[in-house]
């Protein structure tokens, strides 16, 4: 079975700080790993994907990812915090199209 | 080029009325999916498809029925709305991924209130 934990429902950063966004994940298989942003009343939009290549993952807007299979991690950073990456994360797990596994979601707060 | 377009964006229903939700794409992607988005829950699915004539079960499906007559086209129909699945729903596509998966690309939801 597949699950994601986002370890923080809310992170508040100022603005020019860097960000963390924590997701832990079991998996019976080698997954694949998502993160996704959702503004407010819009659906999801892809930040980035892990698929078995590279454990440093680079995504949109200046987030990466990196997969730490030892950790079962999947965190997301961006070094410098923008007022419009105020939005919510969420961490997908997916050892197949057929089924996705959301988090919870991290909802990103960002400070002037 | 509209990509994943859902209609209606809101609707307030009656206990026990019936409604159905569209999804339209123009991507011709084969996979299609319906979750709902409940507070603190993320997202969860509630049917899929994997192509024209075909559906499957997701996670939550109960109180929901689909149908894939067209490619571009999937539908969720609530038979007899009921005050639980007030939510927001997404649809979502993706391409025949292979040996790898592909990103699911989402529409802008639909608000649906059942009082």
């Known amino acids: 079975a597949q699950s994601v934990t986002q370890l923080d429902s809310h992170v508040s950063v100022s603005e020019g700080t860097p960000v963390l966004l924590r997701c832990n994940y079991s998996?019976?298989?080698?997954?694949?790993l998502f993160w996704y942003v959702q503004h407010p009343n819009k659906g999801l939009q892809l930040l980035l994907k892990?698929?078995?290549?590279?454990?440093l993952v680079k995504g949109i807007n200046g987030f990466e990812a990196e997969f730490k299979k030892s950790e079962t991690s999947f965190h997301l950073t961006k070094p410098s915090a923008h007022m419009s990456d105020a939005a919510e994360y969420f961490c997908?797990?997916?050892?197949?199209?057929?089924?996705?596994?959301f988090g919870a979601g991290t909802r990103l707060t960002v400070k002037p | 080029n509209a990509g994943v377009t859902q209609t209606p964006k809101f609707r307030v229903l009656k206990t026990g009325q019936s409604m159905t939700l569209l999804c339209a794409q123009d991507?011709?992607?084969?996979?299609m999916y319906w979750y709902r988005q409940d507070p603190g829950m993320g997202l969860r699915l509630i049917h899929y498809?994997?192509?024209?004539?075909?559906?499957a079960k997701g996670e939550v499906p109960d109180g929901y029925n689909v149908s894939r007559l067209k490619k571009q086209n999937f539908l969720l129909g609530l038979e007899s709305a009921a005050p639980s699945q007030t939510s927001v729903y997404f649809c979502?596509?993706?391409?025949?991924?292979?040996?790898?998966?592909?990103?699911?690309?989402f529409g802008d939801g639909t608000r649906l209130s059942i009082l």
């Open positions: 991507m011709n992607h084969e996979y």
């Open positions: 997908v797990v997916s050892p197949n199209n057929n089924d996705m596994r």
């Open positions: 892990y698929t078995s290549a590279a454990t």
């Open positions: 998996s019976s298989y080698s997954p694949s």
């Open positions: 979502a596509t993706a391409k025949v991924g292979g040996s790898l998966n592909q990103p699911q690309h």
């Open positions: 498809s994997v192509g024209e004539g075909t559906t």
